[in-house]
């Protein structure tokens, strides 16, 4: 009678205690020979059926040298310099309407929102550890929280000037859009630090036959349905303000970009949520980087690179007289619509960004 080679392991005949056969092991088991049962193989390890050794499982996550994680890098690299390109363009043109309209320090911060963006595409890339899953999420959703934060608090600079009598915003109303701009990242930041503290995200393994799944993970939707959730409704007050002012001269409307970035961010983290809520795969880290690339590019498509267009290209179009035309044409409309007379203030202070060149009054109102 023949050895069992390795594979196999000695099945003892019920009816004879000399006799044997041989059989193959399972998969997931594996046998030297001769033995009269098989080895489990490791949680880490695999074997094929009728295996004489296991073989470790593959570990599944996004690395670095990966065709994801090259193309991945890229694209965050590309929207990073991208950022800078339109930051060094803005502040060499510092003196003009656009760049004025767009408001020092509300652009800076959208900037730098937009920079943290892509910079946070870089904690999902490379192998799953303590620190990357407690603060990937985090660092992304307070740097949109900037980003949108900026986008309202332009909307309602805009509006409030519009809406004063002076035609610009009173110191009130100033304080007002620079306190959207720190609490809407501040209530983001309430709710990750909460994230964090009660129920991290942690490593979660999750194993094939094959190969282990190595990705964050949390076993709690809630908090990520939070974070998203707010980014939300800061996206809907900035389509509610951006609406608001559609009928405003197209030098200060913003309303068609603000809509477009903000139906891209729609689109793209409504595809993400079932992901997250049904896998427990690399597919989860790819959905995330793609949908935070998709949000900052659209952002930064839609909010800056016409204005750098328009302004390295036609210089003629960022100048005074063309914004005093743009204000006339809106002017002459809605005194067509209203039957109202149109009045030319007198010009008191010249290089007011938020400054209408053009007043609409009644007929029947004091004109002194």
């Not at 065709?67 to 510092?94: D, K, M, N």
């Not at 652009?107 to 303590?130: A, Q, R, T």
């Amino acid at each position: 009678m023949r050895s069992c080679i390795p594979g196999e392991y000695m099945e003892l005949d019920n009816l004879s205690r000399c006799c044997y056969s041989c059989k193959s092991c399972e998969p997931g088991t594996y046998s030297f020979g001769n033995g009269t049962a098989c080895l489990n193989c490791s949680e880490y390890q695999w074997s094929s059926g009728g295996s004489p050794r296991c073989l470790n499982k593959s570990i599944i996550y996004l690395y670095w040298n990966s065709f994801e994680g090259i193309a991945f890098v890229i694209l965050a690299t590309a929207g990073g310099v991208l950022v800078i390109v339109v930051l060094i363009i803005y502040t060499t043109h510092s003196d003009t309407p656009i760049v004025k309209i767009a408001g020092g320090f509300i652009y800076h911060c959208n900037l730098l929102g937009l920079f943290c963006c892509f910079v946070s595409v870089l904690f999902f890339i490379g192998e799953p550890d303590k620190l990357k899953c407690k603060y990937e999420v985090p660092f992304f959703a307070l740097s949109f929280s900037m980003c949108l934060s900026s986008v309202l608090a332009k909307s309602c600079r805009i509006l409030m000037a519009f809406k004063s009598k002076t035609g610009k915003a009173t110191k009130t109303e100033k304080r007002i859009y620079i306190a959207i701009i720190a609490i809407g990242p501040l209530i983001q930041a309430l709710i990750c630090a909460l994230w964090i503290f009660l129920e991290p995200q942690h490593i979660s393994e999750q194993h094939d036959e094959k190969s282990i799944n190595m990705i964050c993970y949390t076993d709690s939707h809630i908090w990520m349905a939070l974070v998203i959730g707010y980014l939300d409704v800061l996206a809907l007050l900035s389509c509610a303000c951006a609406i608001k002012s559609k009928d405003l001269p197209s030098a200060f409307n913003d309303a068609n970009m603000i809509a477009f970035s903000m139906l891209i961010f729609f689109c793209v983290w409504f595809c993400f949520i079932p992901v997250h809520a049904t896998n427990k795969s690399k597919a989860v880290t790819v959905m995330m980087v793609i949908a935070i690339l998709a949000s900052a590019y659209g952002f930064l498509a839609s909010m800056f690179l016409y204005n750098c267009y328009v302004i390295l290209l036609h210089p003629e179009r960022n100048t005074s007289e063309w914004i005093k035309q743009a204000n006339f044409n809106y002017c002459v409309m809605i005194a067509n619509k209203t039957s109202h007379s149109i009045l030319f203030p007198e010009r008191n202070n010249t290089d007011r960004e938020e400054n209408l060149t053009l007043l609409i009054q009644s007929p029947n109102q004091n004109t002194s």
